[in-house]
């Protein structure tokens, strides 16, 4: 691996290409886990086959199911974003200080694979339910300290003209990633007649929930495989000398200071972390819990659930890539604000109408403002971190989120168990979204003063 530094004037220098489209795999490749485990198919999968339960929700007759699969899942991402608040910041700090950060995003990326490849023991029988949630409560801890090493990598292959581009490119290489996938794992393992005893073009069996399994083990191999490049083409940071490393326990005492000193001396970041974790939750809850929703509310069927998926991952993918361009020109806070707005909306529709044919509209519209609020809640902090604080500020990014990330699949599960159905947990997701929008309206415009030839950054 390279071990060429990183200095802060080499901020300013256009990367090469090759580096661009390496760090753009990892996004790529952890859409294995995004859309295919988390989202998708295994989630899906867990809730549905793996709980028992029957179309309607309830525990069929004779056999040991889960009742509330749906809610036991939303309030195992709350357990694991504990977990990660807690530990996020001082792991980004630490990879930071130590001069590791692209070793910790390999660590962690293979920690993730690992729980992948643990998922093919999870049989469609309720006895598995509790393992394949657990598994997926762990894999979520890792792939979000693999996402802070890898987020702090964003300046070291951009500049302030382009950041906006190179974040856009990075979330749309991750939503044709998991295109490509799950058209692979709807085609390849699951598509066929409901009573077929194989599934898909390659005749693999479903006994068992054995095509699935297949799938997560396949889904393990794609993100190993394209986390490669990132480790062996873009340069690691320099570290601080080993005299002023300090260990665990004291890497909070920094952590507390660093933010006490972020508080006097920028406000605006702070505001900026405290309402992104709002809106992120949203966002979050969109794709955890959609495809949940789209089978129990609007009667998608779990095999065409992929076909959404990947139509979906096309919509976003065009949103990001459109508003990577405005990104640069008019600042990340406009686009955030135009997307949260499209958001709420749109899921305001989605609460009273019903039907496969409304969810495919209004959730294809939906999707169209997630990519652009992604990227660009990315690109703004990568702007604003101290440099060679990227880590640190990325770990603080996460820990926000997941501090609050309790909040929508909280809300989701109490708007469902109150008013008596899933479709009515939309609420939850609604009022996460708007908090975040409210609140992100006083956050300046962290945009470049001269690239755009504006007086102020407010805005």
């Known amino acids: 691996m390279s071990s060429a530094a990183v200095t802060p004037e080499s901020v300013q220098t256009p990367a090469p290409r090759g580096q661009i489209v390496a760090w753009g795999l990892w996004d790529w490749g952890s859409a294995a886990f995004n859309a295919v485990i988390i989202t998708f198919v295994f989630s899906v999968y867990l809730t549905d086959a793996v709980s028992g339960l029957d179309d309607d929700g309830h525990c069929q007759q004779g ?84 996402e802070v090493s890898y987020s702090a990598m964003l300046r070291q292959i951009s500049t302030p003209a382009t950041i906006g581009r190179v974040s856009a490119f990075g979330w749309a290489m991750g939503y044709f990633g998991g295109i490509i996938l799950l058209l692979i794992s709807y085609f390849g393992f699951i598509s066929g007649d409901d009573g077929s005893a194989t599934k898909g073009f390659l005749g693999v069996s479903n006994s068992g929930g054995f095509n699935i399994r297949l799938v997560a083990v396949m889904a393990a191999i794609w993100f190993a495989v394209f986390a490669l ?59 955890s819990l959609g495809a949940v929703l789209a089978v129990s509310v609007y009667g998608i069927s779990s095999a065409d659930v992929l076909i959404f998926g990947v139509a979906a991952n096309v919509v976003s993918a065009g949103g990001a890539l459109v508003a990577g361009r405005f990104d640069d020109r008019i600042g990340p806070k406009r686009v955030i604000v135009a997307s949260l707005i499209g958001l709420v909306i749109t899921a305001l529709i989605l609460l009273v109408v019903s039907g496969p044919m409304m969810f495919w509209i209004f959730g294809l519209i939906l999707c169209l403002f997630v990519g652009p609020a992604q990227s660009s809640a990315r690109t703004y902090l990568a702007r604003i971190a101290p440099v060679g604080r990227e880590g640190q500020m990325f770990g603080l990014y996460t820990t926000t989120g997941r501090a609050v990330s309790f909040l929508a699949p909280s809300l989701f599960g109490l708007f469902a168990a109150v008013l008596g159905g899933d479709r009515w947990g939309i609420i939850g997701i609604i009022l996460v979204l708007g908090g975040g929008l409210v609140a992100m309206l006083p956050v300046a415009n962290a945009v470049d003063k001269a690239l755009l030839g504006e007086k102020s950054d407010a805005g």
């Open 229 to 287: 490049p990132v480790l062996f083409k873009v340069p690691e940071t320099p570290g601080l000398p080993k005299e002023k490393r300090v260990g665990f326990i004291a890497s909070y005492k920094v952590l507390f200071a660093d933010l006490r000193d972020l508080w006097r001396a920028d406000r605006n970041s702070v505001y900026f972390l405290l309402s992104s974790a709002l809106f992120r939750d949203g966002l979050a809850a969109v794709f």
């Open 63 to 146: 056999i040991a199911c889960v009742s509330g699969a749906g809610s036991w899942f939303a309030w195992s991402l709350g357990i694991a974003g504990f977990f990660i608040a807690v530990l996020a910041p001082v792991t980004g700090q630490r990879a930071d200080d130590g001069g590791h950060r692209k070793r910790a995003l390999g660590i962690w990326t293979g920690l993730v694979v690992l729980a992948m490849l643990a998922l093919y023991f999870v049989k469609d029988d309720a006895s598995y339910f509790w393992l394949g949630l657990v598994l997926l409560g762990i894999a979520s801890v890792f792939v979000s300290f693999a």
